[in-house]
T-cell receptor, first 112, second 111 residues
Framework: KAGVTQTPRYLIKTRGQQVTLSCSPISGHRSVSWYQQTPGQGLQFLFEYFSETQRNKGNFPGRFSGRQFSNSRSEMNVSTLELGDSALYLC???????????FGPGTRLTVT | GQQVMQIPQYQHVQEGEDFTTYCNSSTTLSNIQWYKQRPGGHPVFLIQLVKSGEVKKQKRLTFQFGEAKKNSSLHITATQTTDVGTYFCAGGSSNTGKLIFGQGTTLQVKP
């Protein structure tokens, strides 16, 4: 089976812009979770989608949003980018939460 | 809310020494998972424990889930340079469907 894929792998944006990140889960996985990883902050949970519905949400501002499509692919959007949004954004898929998650390689976002 | 604390944050060991990282939850968990992230990589699932008092081994790695299902540990015997990375525990709640990650323990191994 192909693993979790994320696009793009690297992104440079300017403050105030918006960005959309994409995640394609492992075939058959219906749950997709998104995490933000910064040095010293570990893995901060953003949200989880299951069958196109947001099932859980972390403590991030409304600038962070996501969605899931009928084929389980998911997108994450960040509007009005701030310097502090620079991070590695990881998506993970699983058959369901809270079971084992398979992470993608991540999207490295740099906000200047 | 549910919190998962992991200690220590960093550990430097000499190759051949043992290493242990500990994970504690503020609430009872339905399962505990462990992940390893190599430098520059992404977290990779290692194992899941679901039963109270469960112990599982993977070669030199031993994973334990506490009797109260609130704590867990990962022990590596005779570390090797290939063990370098950050080890995360993640506590799951079947009630909420949430999986909460600990802050991770970064292991450095000196050859």
């Amino acid at each position: 089976k192909a693993g979790v894929t994320q696009t793009p792998r690297y992104l440079i944006k300017t403050r105030g812009q918006q960005v959309t990140l994409s995640c394609s889960p492992i075939s058959g996985h219906r749950s997709v979770s998104w995490y933000q990883q910064t040095p010293g902050q570990g893995l901060q949970f953003l949200f989880e989608y299951f069958s196109e519905t947001q099932r859980n949400k972390g403590n991030f501002p409304g600038r962070f949003s996501g969605r899931q499509f009928s084929n389980s692919r998911s997108e994450m959007n960040v509007s009005t980018l701030e310097l502090g949004d620079s991070a590695l954004y990881l998506c993970a898929s699983s058959t369901s939460s809270p079971y084992e998650q398979y992470f993608g390689p991540g999207t490295r976002l740099t906000v200047t | 809310g549910q919190q998962v604390m992991q200690i220590p944050q960093y550990q430097h060991v000499q190759e051949g020494e043992d290493f242990t990282t500990y994970c504690n939850s503020s609430t009872t968990l339905s399962n505990i998972q462990w992940y390893k992230q190599r430098p520059g990589g992404h977290p990779v699932f290692l194992i899941q424990l679901v039963k109270s008092g469960e112990v599982k081994k993977q070669k030199r790695l031993t994973f334990q889930f506490g009797e109260a299902k609130k704590n867990s540990s990962l022990h590596i015997t005779a570390t090797q340079t290939t063990d370098v990375g950050t080890y995360f525990c993640a506590g799951g709640s079947s009630n909420t469907g949430k999986l909460i990650f600990g802050q991770g323990t970064t292991l450095q191994v000196k050859p």
